[in-house]
């Protein structure tokens, strides 16, 4: 009975580690990623207009870590840039982004309707001329500004703010979570747009068993997780590609070894906690749909592999919305990785496509 833990003693020397939304001291393996934001950045130290950047990688490859790293550092050295970092999950239109930075600047929230986009947009810039402040937008998760068809009217207003408004100067940083389809911005946008851009791969074994590794250390006591148990949590993490399965693993194994009273985190607390662990992914991605989105993806689940055709007759009657919006979210979800769609088919507006849940659809069900 002397290695078994009583009802106040616990493995975990410091939880929040173990939090999604926790920003780790020790960023690893992103070096030159890091110093590629920050060389990127530096024109505007001297009062410059920055280059823009964008950052592409699959998720859970540390793009958002790596941001928010930059920021916090510009903040530590100069007053003169002013670092926003948009979450377009949350912030997906136009006026909803600049909503967001004008709040920043001014330090409170244009009402959310009566005031023109125009009102609000020479706000903000009359605000940086004014006290020759330098702003750097970074749009987090940009791809939910190409699903609301927003994208070129945010980063057009961005960039050629200073053609209407000399003096204003603003870079962009673009965070793009790669979802195997490719993003194709208005060769208008593009032209000015010119990003620097800066690549985020997916993280070796080595590099993931090193991280967690790191992690375990700082939020583990000593002796709680020996190397066999962290190998296979980073074999796990490697196959999903995405780290924040790792980090939930670390903390569901030390959960299930609590539990069971030991000391110890055994191979058996790791497979048990993979089961809900693998689905951190799923969670992530679902809790960003929007009401329609989940309808739509509810009536997939109920036939899945469902015909295009079939499918858009029940989502018609019961969402009344058209076929050019249940196509974009049929694209959708399917860029996110929630199903698949054969969108080769030829059939006339695509009828004989099928789409395929890539989850069980209980699991997905129970997230709706
Ligand atoms: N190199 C690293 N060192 C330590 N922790 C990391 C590292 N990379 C990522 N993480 C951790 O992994 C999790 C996911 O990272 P992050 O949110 O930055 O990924 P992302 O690339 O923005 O993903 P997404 O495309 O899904 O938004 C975070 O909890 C972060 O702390
Ligand atoms: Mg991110």
């Known amino acids: 009975m002397k290695d078994m833990l009583s009802w106040d003693q616990t493995l975990f020397k410091d939880s929040e580690l173990f939090e999604l939304d926790h920003i780790p001291e020790h960023f690893l393996h992103r070096n030159a990623q890091l110093q590629s934001l920050m060389f990127s950045m530096r024109p505007a130290l001297g009062g410059g207009r920055p280059i823009n950047c964008l950052c592409t990688g699959k998720p859970g490859t540390g793009k958002t870590t790596a941001v928010i790293k930059i920021f916090e550092e510009i903040e530590k050295h100069t007053s003169r840039i002013i670092p926003v970092l948009v979450n377009c999950q949350v912030a997906s239109t136009r006026y909803a982004v600049f909503s967001h930075i004008f709040n920043k600047l001014i330090g ?97 074994v080595d590099e993931i068993r090193d991280i967690l590794s790191n992690r375990a250390k700082l939020g583990f006591y000593p002796g709680v997780l020996d190397d ?89 009657s019961r969402t009344d919305l058209g076929y050019t919006r249940f196509y974009e979210m049929l694209k959708k979800l399917d860029a996110v990785s929630l199903i698949d769609v054969d969108f080769t088919g030829r059939g006339l507006r695509g009828r004989s496509r099928v789409a395929t849940l890539r989850y069980r659809a209980d699991e997905i069900k129970t997230r709706l």
């Open 108 to 204: 409170y929230s244009p009402p959310s309707s009566g005031v023109s986009f125009k009102k609000v947009f020479s706000e903000v810039v009359k605000h940086l001329v004014e006290h020759e402040r330098i702003l750097v937008v970074a749009l987090d998760d940009m791809n939910y500004l190409f699903y609301e068809n927003e994208v070129n009217e945010v980063l057009y207003s961005l960039l050629r703010a200073h053609e209407t408004h000399p003096g204003a100067r603003m870079g962009v940083i673009a965070v793009l979570s790669d979802t195997g389809v490719p993003h194709m911005l208005d060769p208008k946008v593009e032209s000015v747009f010119l990003p620097e851009e800066i690549i985020f791969p997916t993280y070796s």
């Open 228 to 316: 066999s148990v962290l190998d296979r949590i980073a074999g796990h993490t490697f196959d999903l590609g995405d780290l924040r399965v790792g980090i939930d693993l670390l903390k569901r194994a030390g959960l299930n070894a609590e539990k069971r009273a030991s000391r110890t985190i055994s191979i058996e607390d790791v497979e048990s906690a993979y089961e809900r662990s693998r689905l951190v992914h799923l969670s992530y991605v679902m809790q960003s749909l929007k009401e329609d989105e989940k309808i739509l993806l509810g009536l997939i689940a109920d036939s899945s592999p469902a015909n295009s055709g079939e499918l858009y007759e029940r989502f018609h």
